[in-house]
C-alpha cells in the first residue's frame, strides 16, 4: 500500500518554505517529488524594471540573507565584464576575504541546522555559539551582522583598516583551536556516525548527470569548484584545490557524512586563504571610480552580455546580466542559484531511505530556497496541485460556514 | 514562519535563541506548533503562494496572540515592494492583527528580543483586563 506524506511548505524540520512530497511502502521512500515556488518574489523583475544597476547591487544581496556576498559578486563580475570598469587589486583581496569569511558562517551555520535535524540540540547552540566570532568580525568590517553592502562596481565600499588585521588573525586562530573539537564531535560522535554514514548516498555518476554543484558535488567525488577552475578576483594567486572527502578519510562514499566531512575541510581551507590574503594584501585604493553617477552613466552607455561565476558556500552560482546602450534598468538578468540544481539530488538521495532520514538528508545539501525561487519553476504537475490547494480552501471555508 | 524572506532575519533569529543573546534566559521559548504559541514571528515579504498559509498559520493559533514581525520586508514589502508576486505586507492580509514591528534588513538579534518583551507586555496587559 502507498501513502503519500507531503511536508512542507512550512514544517518544523524545514527552515524555509517548500514541499516535498514522498511516496512510501511501509518506512520505505519509493518516490520523492518537490514542489518549488513559495519563495518566488520577483527579483530579476525589479532589476530589469524598477531598480538602476547599482541597486540591484542591494537587492542581489536580498536574494539570500546567508550567501549575501555571492550574489551581488556574481552581478558585479558581469557587469565589470561588460562595462570594462578596473577593480584596484587592493578591492579584489579584500574580496576574497569577504567571500570567505561568508563561507566560515555558511557553513557553521549549516553544521548547526544538520545537528538538530538529527535530534542534537546541544551541537547545535555550541555550533552557533563559535559562529557567533565570524559575525563579529562581519560586524567590525561591514557595519553589520548579516548584510554586508561591501561590494560594488569597481572594488569595494569600505577597507579593512590596519587595526582590524589583528582581529582577523585573531579569528582566525580561534577557529583554529576549535576546529578539532567541532571535526571530532561530528566525525566521531557515534550517534552522528550512525544517522549519517551510508545515509542519502549520491553517487559520482548521478552527481555528475544531475550536475550538482559545491559541497554537494565535491562529497560525492567530483573535483569541481570555479576558485580552482576559473579563478575570479584574486584567487589565482591562492591555488585553491577542490575538497573532496578522501583527503580525511580516504574514500569516498558520497554520504551525508561526506558532506559533513567536505564543508568542515572547507572551513580549514578558507582560515588558510584568509590568513594568506591578509599577509599578501597590497596597498592602494579600494576603489576605482568613487562617484556612483559616474558608474551608473557608464553602465548606461554599455552594451553586450556576460556572466559571472562565484563559488558560492553552496556552489556554483550564476549570474547572467545583459546590458543595453541607453536602458536604464540590467537589460536581461538571469539568476541560477547553486540549491536550484542541488534539490534535484533530493530524489537519488532519498529513494529508499526512511522517513526519519528526510529533514537530514535534504539539510545535507544545504539547501538555500529564498535563492532558488526567484527562479519560477514550471511543472506539468503544478496547475493540478493549486487546484488541490484551492479545493482545500474551499472546503475549510465550507466546513466554518457549516459550523456557523 | 518564512513568507518568502531572504533569510537574513531568519538566522538573526536563530541567533537570538543561541548561547550567544540565550532569548531562552528571558522565558522566551521557541515552540514545534502554532497551536503552542502566543507570539508568532513572521519574516518575508510574504509572497501569493504564502499569503492564504500567513491566514491558517494566524488561525491556528490560540488567542490572544501578537504577530512579531521582523524585518522591513513585513513592514512595507522592503526591497521588493512593487514586485508582481507580493500579497503582502502582512498589515494587508490580517488587517485585524496585532502586530509588534522589529525594523532592520535584518534586526539585530537584542532587537528582536525587544520585539518579544513588547509583545509580552501586550499580552500581560490583555490578559489583565
Not at chain 1, 32 to 43: C, E, F, K, L, T
Not at chain 1, 77 to 85: D, M, N, P, R
Request: glycine share 8%.
Amino acid at each position: 500500500m502507498k501513502y503519500e506524506i507531503p511536508i512542507g511548505p512550512l514544517h518544523p524540520a524545514l527552515k524555509e518554505p517548500i514541499m516535498i512530497k514522498c511516496t512510501i511502502e511501509g518506512e520505505r521512500i519509493v518516490d520523492v517529488d518537490v514542489i518549488a515556488s513559495q519563495n518566488h518574489r520577483g527579483v530579476e523583475w525589479i532589476g530589469m524594471n524598477r531598480n538602476n544597476p547599482v541597486q540591484s547591487i542591494y537587492l542581489a544581496e536580498r536574494i539570500c540573507g546567508i550567501c549575501n556576498f555571492c550574489h551581488p559578486s556574481c552581478l558585479v563580475i558581469a557587469v565589470e565584464e561588460i562595462t570594462g570598469i578596473e577593480v584596484p587589486e587592493r578591492a579584489q583581496y579584500i574580496r576574497v576575504i569577504q567571500g570567505e569569511l561568508e563561507r566560515i558562517h555558511s557553513h557553521l551555520l549549516w553544521a548547526g541546522v544538520a545537528a538538530h535535524e538529527l535530534g542534537f540540540d546541544s551541537l547545535l547552540h555550541y555550533v552557533w555559539m563559535v559562529r557567533e566570532k565570524v559575525m563579529d568580525i562581519l560586524e567590525l568590517v561591514n557595519g553589520n551582522r548579516v548584510t554586508k553592502s561591501i561590494i560594488m562596481y569597481g572594488g569595494v565600499r569600505r577597507d579593512i583598516k590596519d587595526e582590524h588585521i589583528p582581529k582577523l588573525r585573531k579569528m582566525v586562530e580561534y577557529y583554529r583551536e576549535g576546529f578539532n573539537k567541532i571535526a571530532k564531535l561530528f566525525l566521531e560522535d557515534k550517534t552522528i556516525k550512525m544517522r549519517t554514514r551510508n545515509i542519502g548516498i549520491l553517487t559520482k555518476e548521478d552527481a555528475m548527470k544531475l550536475a550538482t554543484a559545491g559541497p554537494t558535488t565535491r562529497a560525492s567525488g567530483v573535483k569541481k569548484d570555479v576558485r580552482q577552475d576559473m579563478p575570479y578576483y584574486a584567487y589565482p594567486d591562492f591555488e585553491v584545490r577542490a575538497v573532496t572527502p578522501d583527503i580525511l578519510t580516504g574514500e569516498t562514499v558520497g554520504d551525508t557524512y561526506d558532506r559533513i566531512v567536505v564543508r568542515l575541510l572547507e572551513v580549514k581551507q578558507s582560515l588558510e586563504i584568509i590568513e594568506k590574503a591578509l599577509d599578501e594584501m597590497p596597498s592602494g585604493d579600494i576603489l576605482s571610480e568613487p562617484k556612483i553617477i559616474k558608474i551608473i552613466n557608464q553602465v548606461k552607455k554599455s552594451e553586450g552580455e556576460a556572466i559571472g561565476r562565484h563559488e558560492a558556500p553552496r556552489g556554483e552560482d550564476i549570474h547572467y546580466v545583459k546590458l543595453k546602450e541607453g536602458f536604464e534598468y540590467l537589460y536581461a538578468w538571469k539568476v541560477r542559484a547553486p540549491t536550484y540544481i542541488n534539490i534535484l539530488s533530493w530524489r537519488p538521495m532519498l529513494l529508499d531511505m526512511q522517513i526519519a532520514d528526510i529533514p537530514i538528508v535534504a539539510a545535507s545539501i544545504d539547501p538555500c530556497l529564498s535563492c532558488t525561487n526567484r527562479v519560477t519553476i514550471v511543472k506539468n504537475g503544478k496547475e493540478k496541485i493549486i487546484t488541490g490547494d484551492e479545493l482545500h480552501k474551499l472546503s475549510i471555508q465550507k466546513t466554518r460556514r457549516l459550523l456557523r | 514562519m518564512n513568507s518568502g524572506s531572504c533569510n537574513g532575519c531568519d538566522i538573526e533569529i536563530i541567533a537570538a535563541l543561541t548561547p550567544r543573546y540565550d532569548a531562552e534566559r528571558f522565558g522566551i521559548k521557541l515552540v514545534g506548533s502554532p497551536r503552542h504559541a502566543d507570539v508568532i514571528a513572521f519574516t518575508g515579504p510574504v509572497t501569493d503562494d504564502m499569503a492564504d498559509k500567513v491566514k491558517r498559520i494566524y488561525e491556528q493559533t490560540p488567542d490572544p496572540k501578537v504577530i512579531l514581525v521582523v524585518g522591513a520586508c513585513g513592514i512595507s514589502g522592503g526591497v521588493f515592494h512593487e514586485s508582481y508576486h507580493l500579497s503582502g505586507p502582512i498589515e494587508k492580509i490580517l488587517p485585524e492583527a496585532k502586530c509588534i514591528y522589529v525594523p532592520g534588513c535584518p534586526p539585530r538579534p537584542e532587537a528582536i528580543i525587544y520585539g518579544v518583551v513588547k509583545a509580552w507586555e501586550f499580552l500581560e496587559g490583555v490578559e489583565k483586563k
